[in-house]
């Protein structure tokens, strides 16, 4: 199925030819059919001789209801324009082809009607030179009338020809389903309706809907149940515990974890002229924004770098068309492609300048390699959100740590500042070279912590000892008042290996916090969660005196056996399990690894 958006004047047949082609109603308020014009958007569709079915979004053609329009137009792929023959191109007819312009449709029908009053010759003689300039200056033209049916069965034809040019839907993409309706059925709940451009959408799915996770209920294609909808299609869902109040036209629903709201987002405008108040149109949503110019434009430039900030946050990714409308003139001022949706912040003097002509030659086209010429780096999780898909061959120069892509200039550079930073540690707990990692992630600016171990892994000459970093093969030596203190400790473990000294007592040693971690790290101390400090040789004695008990054991038996308190016996038995001395059994049971390595601590 495709759907295709009406648009023209007010009072030009739009909704008489929907209702001719599908037998159906699209002004769907007692309102609308009164007043005798649409003012909200109407749904109907049809099935063609070819077999084909499409869905029609009746649009309203009056100025006034513009919004509503937008909302129509916005996911369409295509559009049947319609003038009327006796009256010919009129105000809004051009307004909304500029907005579909903007908006880069390129796909519709020119649907003169009426021809049972005048002839339609003169009429799409008019129509192809205002459209001669826009993106639908080669749409065929079919003159009809919604009144006799003149011309219909033509139009029909052209409605198949224009289907089989549309592009197919892309069943297995993320979803992006702009909300363009939403009611309450008694003994249904929540529905609401929009046209699904990509991706498939089951009964049972979750779903997101600002954050919050929405299961869907059931589904409706084309008015029948169905357990599965596949784009392009309209779509009408049945959300489940979603009270009617928490959505609104504009929403989006989403696939859980595949999008990124933005409420910043940096684009490339249409045209040199800017307003800083306006209102941006994307799929059914239409948000207050404020827009700020970057740099300067040059002669030959006719079109604008802008910065865009949005009133509430929305799911966009590069390439997406949005429009600009100033909505005090009522004027569209055109359209913008969104060329970073997570742009850097613009905190320096001349960073909006730079960011300006960082900007200027790119077209909006989603590129792994042009992201990390500008970011240098970035998650794999974040392209996907922007839209940038990840290619089995990468781009020369990728460097891949985990999850995170990262050009070679930058890798290398951090490795640079990674030898320069051990050079000169910032913390004198140690006489020799060592560095904490937290205080390297920091100095480093590295975006994820992980990152700064697969610095270490990527350089032989380096290791990773507990929380520390420091040159391999060198030893740690420590200050002569640490060593003083360490002995004191190590005396009193000897004599009682598992009394464990709390928070105070150590203080009072002289082992504060960047004492112990120099400790653990020159591999004197062994330090467990919960601010438990034991020797090194603490596991292999535990052993020692675990193998006295039954096979299994509990951790009252272990802690009495180790006599030791509950505080010292749970971080000591939870490590004991991890370096694979000892496995948990049923419950609180454990016992002693058959064969068990124990380590040599002291080696």
Known sequence: MQVIATAGHVDHGKSTLVRALTGMEPDRSAEERRRGMTIDLGYAWTRLPSGQQIAFVDVPGHERFATNMLAGVGPAPAVLLVVAADEGWAMQTDEH????????????????????????????????????????????????????????????????????????????????????????IRGSGTVVTGTLVAGTVH?????????????????????????????????????????????????????????????????????????????????????AAQVRRLGA?????????????LERPLPLEVGDRVLLRDPGRRHILGGATVLDPAPPALSRRGSAAAREASLHDDLGA????????????INA????????????????????????????????????ELRTALESPSDRALVDVGVRHADLVRSLRLPDSDLLDALVVGCPDLESVGDWVRQRGRKTSLRPDIEVAISRLTER?????????????????????????????????????????LLPSAPQEAAARLAALADLFTLSTARQALATTRRVAVPLLEHLDRIGITERMDGELRRLRKRAVVPDWTA
């Open 297 to 309: 434009i040059g002669e030959r430039d006719e079109f604008s770098i802008v910065r865009v900030t």
């Open 493 to 533: 473990l000897r004599a009682h290996p598992f009394a464990a000294p709390d928070q105070p007592q150590l203080v009072a040693l002289g082992l504060g916090r960047r004492e112990l971690g120099a400790a653990v790290a020159a591999g004197v101390l062994l330090q467990l969660p919960g601010g438990v400090v």
């Open 366 to 377: 989603p590129d792994l390699g042009l992201e990390l010429t500008r970011r240098h780096a």
């Open 97 to 184: 082809v500029r907005a579909l312009d903007a908006l880069r449709v390129r796909h519709g029908i020119l649907a003169v009607t009426r021809t049972d009053l005048a002839d339609p010759t003169e009429a799409i003689t008019q129509a192809r030179a205002h459209l001669a300039v826009t993106t639908l200056a080669d749409i065929p033209a079919v003159g009809v009338s919604g009144k006799t049916g003149d011309g219909i069965d033509h139009l029909r034809t052209a409605l198949g020809e224009l289907v089989d040019k549309l592009p197919r839907g892309d069943h297995n993409a993320r979803i992006r389903l702009w909300v363009d309706r939403s009611f309450t």
């Open 203 to 287: 009964q049972g799915d979750i779903l997101d809907l600002a954050g919050e996770a929405v299961t869907v209920r059931g589904l409706q294609r084309l008015g029948e149940a169905t357990t599965e909808v596949r784009a392009p299609a309209r779509i009408a869902i049945n959300l489940r515990n979603l009270p009617r109040d928490k959505v609104r036209r504009g929403d989006a629903l989403l696939t859980p974890r595949s999008w990124r709201p933005t409420r910043v987002v940096d684009m490339r405008l249409d045209c040199r002229e800017i307003a800083t108040q306006l209102v941006l149109h994307i799929g059914s949503a239409a948000v």
């Open 381 to 416: 999780d974040t392209l996907r959100a922007l839209g940038v898909d990840i290619p089995s061959q990468l781009p020369p120069g990728t460097v891949v740590a985990g999850k995170w892509l990262i050009a070679e200039t930058q890798w290398e550079r951090w490795r640079s």
